[in-house]
């Protein structure tokens, strides 16, 4: 569903977004960008616990991923013109590629580990074709020329992933990556469970970003720790949190962008609340009568695809909060393309241009508002489950109080000069619709809808993000699913476990 805790999650550095460009099959939200789409977000199943689960339903336990063209991070630093980068960003991923488990931990020990590996068969079909028709005449390659192609380490990734259960309200996630000549990712996790409160340390070298347009951000040092209260029978829910970013964030599948100031190095305190209130407008609660089917020879029980969308119903629900945030140092941004200002006074040292843009000190107000209707109790073969979900939200409280000056300014004269256009002062409506198309096969699709269009400022209606997803719901998991989704924006994808989530 459109989860309205994503408001006041969003402020913060550890929002996981679903990308299949890592081997762990997450990378983080840009703190400060409008919400993502509900399927955005990613499981809290770990990709190592994922897989081992995967290998046994898919031929040769072999997982497929549609992966976003990126390139390698060093061309991405050391190239400083856009020519370079434009250059770098053919020497891609592939855009189809393979995940499988190569060794598991006994399941008996009380911690796990599990080795990951991937594999790009589209480059490496794509280099022994080239390696056939490089001369004037077809060549059968020599088998040198076949292995040297194979051993090729742009070809694979691989991903160890472990976590060590410390006390029993602890535990600790380690785990480390490396794509072949990109050099290695590292992240370090520590969670510890409080009677009504939650407290995550994390570190990351470097840490990758996905920003609202797409855009790959590289960090080369992140670490957060994190203060979150549990959801509360009140609806009130609080959360504090401490950030630093360590180096210049370089971009990966871009050439010209503004980097978001929210990822240039510095500390960063940072607090919120929010208040959540929900309705049933009307709701058929579950009668286990109901799930008891007669016949003449016998009866069975015949028990929802999912037990948490066994309700038709229709609701409204609504929150409203507001955040702060102090930063200290790095109150500068970095503008992604040197051939604007170069020779200029604000050029920084490694070539860049900057600007000063981030205010050591902010507070803003944020709201959802949203409807769910649900009709079927997901239980028989078919036109049993069709849902709705929509919520708009408003993103920044300050930036929309702004936006709608402008509009009614714009509403009764012709503007002057065109203003540069805030994503966060329209109004967002994410609409997520949900069908069922055979007994546990659902069709899903996410929306995310401004009112404002980036490209010419104008006011009108603009699609700006949208997912198609296929959930397999896995009736003995009672509430879990397999999900094969697809990013036309990001042109990537990927097939998740996701339990108890949606």
């Given amino acids: 569903m459109a989860k309205l805790r994503t408001a006041m999650d969003c402020a913060f550095w550890d929002v996981n977004l679903s990308s299949a460009a890592t081997v762990d099959g997450v990378a983080r939200a840009v703190p400060g960008d409008p919400f993502p789409v509900g399927l955005a977000r990613a499981g809290t199943t770990l990709r190592a616990q994922q897989l081992p689960v995967f290998a046994r339903g898919f031929p040769l336990g072999l997982v497929p991923n549609f992966c976003p063209p990126l390139p390698s991070s060093s061309s991405c630093t050391a190239s400083g013109s856009?020519?370079?980068a434009a250059a770098s960003l053919k020497d891609t991923h592939g855009s189809f590629a393979l995940q499988t488990p190569l060794f598991i931990n006994p399941p008996s020990s009380n911690w796990w580990v599990t080795l990951m590996a991937q594999l790009r068969p589209k480059k490496l079909f794509t280099s022994i074709k080239a390696e056939v028709t490089g001369g004037d005449e077809l060549e059968i390659p020599g088998l040198m020329s076949i292995l040297k192609i194979v051993c090729d380490k742009t070809l694979y990734a691989a991903g160890l992933c472990s976590q060590l259960p410390l006390t029993p309200n602890s535990s600790l996630v380690l785990s480390t990556e490396a794509h072949g000549g990109q050099g290695k990712r590292?992240?370090?996790?520590?969670f510890h469970k409080f009677s009504h409160h939650d407290v995550t340390l994390e570190a990351a070298w470097p840490e990758l970003f996905i920003d609202r347009n797409g855009t790959y951000w590289e960090v080369p040092a992140s670490v957060s720790l994190d203060l979150a209260s549990l959801v509360s029978k009140s609806g009130l829910r609080y959360r504090f949190g401490i950030h630093k970013n360590g180096g210049h964030p370089q971009p990966l599948n871009t050439t010209c962008l503004d980097v978001p100031a929210s990822l240039m190095p510095g500390w960063c305190a940072k607090a919120a609340f929010s208040?959540?209130?929900?309705m049933d407008i009307w709701r058929e609660k579950d009668n286990p009568q109901d799930a008891i089917v007669r016949t003449k020879e016998r009866k069975f029980l015949r028990i929802p695809y999912d037990i948490r969308m066994n309700e038709p119903h229709s609701a409204v629900s609504g929150l409203i909060g507001g955040a702060c945030?102090?930063?200290?140092?790095?109150?500068i941004n970095l503008c992604c393309n040197p051939t604007k200002h170069l020779g200029g006074e604000n050029q920084g040292s490694d070539g860049f241009p900057y600007s000063l843009s981030?205010?050591?000190?902010s507070a803003d107000l944020f709201g959802s508002?949203?409807?769910t209707l649900q009709?079927?109790?997901f239980r028989e073969s078919f036109y049993d489950f069709t849902r709705l979900d929509a919520r708009l939200d408003i993103c920044s409280g300050a930036a929309f109080a702004k936006g709608a000056r402008y509009f009614l300014s714009d509403m009764l004269k012709k503007p002057s000069e065109r203003r540069k256009v805030n994503p966060l002062a329209s109004p967002k409506l994410n609409i997520i619709f949900q069908q069922q198309v055979a007994g546990p096969i659902v069709f899903r699709i996410d929306s995310r809808i401004s009112a404002n269009s980036p490209a010419t400022g104008k006011h009108f209606p603009h699609v700006e993000d949208v997912m198609y997803s296929l959930c397999y719901s896995l009736k003995l998991l009672e509430s879990g699913k397999v999900v094969f989704w697809y990013s036309p924006k990001r042109k990537e994808g990927m097939v998740e476990l996701r339990l108890f989530e949606f």
Avoid: M, Q, T
């Fill in 82 to 84: 856009p020519s370079s």
């Fill in 186 to 190: 590292s992240k370090a996790i520590y």
């Fill in 275 to 278: 208040y959540e209130k929900n």
């Fill in 325 to 331: 945030a102090a930063w200290l140092g790095g109150n």
């Fill in 358 to 361: 981030r205010s050591p000190f």
């Fill in 369 to 371: 508002l949203r409807y």
């Fill in 375 to 377: 009709h079927g109790k």
